[in-house]
């Protein structure tokens, strides 16, 4: 299947084969890092978001980058994803990301309350990486579908969010609830703390004012 090649090669680039690549170089672009344990969904996460597809088969990441072309709060911008690895054996290959990213959706799964444990430690050690006490973040709760096998309650991921000072989102690959939201706010803080837009909070809904090119 042709997706599937696209995605197993480890990079899929949308503003390649999109209309708009003549403008591409104009955008800044923003580097986003997906960190969790393993089989939380974070490579399906990431590529409902860039493809909108479901992953259903699991196969463990090594590291896996996408591009992204949207539109967030009315200003166009690149986005480069680095989908990485949750399985212990390739931790060695995160002092890269932690270095290179720019902001970080830190994924857990709902359905898995040792998963939502890793996090504390991974938002540890986003700080010591990047030596700040603030660094562009949301905390994701996926895998939202499966309520009847909730492990950790919403307020439990509230409650951790508001000690990281970040958002909160529940999602679902499966359905796509809450994807895009999730990762507009990311590229939000990301934007606000680089001071490269004049971002207002929006009164109302927040998916409208992130599009898709
Ligand atoms: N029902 C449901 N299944 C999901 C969801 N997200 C991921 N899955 C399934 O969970 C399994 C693991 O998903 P992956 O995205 O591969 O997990 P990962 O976090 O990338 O795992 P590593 O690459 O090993 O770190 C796959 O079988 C997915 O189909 C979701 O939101 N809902
Ligand atoms: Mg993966």
């Known amino acids: 299947m042709l997706l599937q090649q696209m995605y197993s090669q480890g990079h899929y680039d949308k503003g390649d084969l999109g209309s708009d690549c003549g403008r591409r170089t104009e955008h800044p672009s923003v580097r986003l890092a997906v960190i969790g344990g393993g089989a939380v969904g974070k490579s399906a996460i990431t590529v409902r978001w860039v493809l909108d597809h479901f992953v259903e088969m699991y196969d463990p990441t090594i590291e896996d980058s996408y591009r992204k072309q949207i539109v967030v709060d009315g200003q166009a911008c690149l986005v480069d994803v680095l989908d990485t690895a949750g399985q212990e054996e390739f931790t060695c290959l995160r002092d890269g990301y932690l270095r290179t990213g ?111 090119l």
Do not use: H, W
Not at 145 to 169: H, I, M, N, P, T
């Open 102 to 212: 720019r902001g970080f959706a830190l994924v857990f799964s709902i359905i898995e309350s040792s998963s939502f444990g890793e996090i504390p430690n991974l938002y540890e050690s986003v700080l010591r990486a990047k030596e700040k006490t603030n660094v562009p973040m949301v905390l994701i709760g996926n895998k939202a579908d499966l309520e009847s096998q909730r492990e950790v309650s919403s307020q439990q991921g509230r409650d951790l969010a508001k000690q990281f000072g970040c958002s909160y989102y529940e999602t679902s690959a499966l359905t796509g609830a809450n994807i895009d939201d999730a990762f507009c706010s990311i590229i939000r803080c990301i934007k606000q703390e680089e001071g490269t837009a004049e971002l207002k909070p929006k009164k109302k809904s927040k998916r409208k004012d992130c599009m898709i």
